[in-house]
């Protein structure tokens, strides 16, 4: 009993970060970008970070600029350490229907 309950508070505890998702180019993986904020040691002024993250998406459910959130585990590949958790907001890029460039339209006429 006791180790069920320190198994399910250690994966409780894992790090989990909230991102947009950048590419979706890989079969069941995705590239989630944070952006942390962060004091300059000297000057204290807040600068931005940008980190890349290489998540698993069993599904590949995610698309490009979604808001997700990924949880850490363990290693999966050479890059991948985290795994899609939920995806906290759809992007309204993804719903738009693709439309034909206008050099198509006028070759197929």
Same mark, same amino acid.
């Given at each position: %009993? @006791?180790? /069920?309950?320190?198994?399910? #508070?250690?994966?409780? $505890? !894992?790090? +989990? ?7 979706? /180019? %890989? ?6 970008? &944070? +952006?942390?904020? /962060?004091?300059?040691?000297?000057? *204290? !002024?807040? %600068?931005?970070?940008?980190? /890349?993250?290489? @998540?698993? =998406? +069993?599904?590949?459910?995610? *698309?490009?600029? =979604? ?13 991948? $350490?985290?795994?899609? #958790? #939920? &995806? &906290? !907001? ?7 229907? +693709?439309?034909?460039?206008? @050099?198509? #339209?006028?070759?197929?006429?």
């Amino acid at each position: %009993m @006791a180790e /069920k309950t320190a198994k399910a #508070e250690q994966a409780q $505890r !894992r790090n +989990e970060k909230v991102g947009n998702v950048v590419s979706t /180019k %890989m079969n069941k993986t995705i590239v989630v970008e &944070i +952006e942390m904020r /962060k004091a300059h040691p000297k000057y *204290r !002024r807040v %600068m931005k970070f940008n980190k /890349k993250f290489y @998540a698993h =998406d +069993e599904q590949n459910s995610a *698309r490009i600029g =979604d808001v997700v959130r990924i949880r850490e585990t363990r290693p999966l590949s050479k890059l991948k $350490r985290w795994t899609l #958790e #939920e &995806i &906290i !907001r759809r992007s309204s890029l993804a719903t738009l229907p +693709e439309e034909k460039p206008l @050099a198509e #339209e006028s070759a197929t006429k």
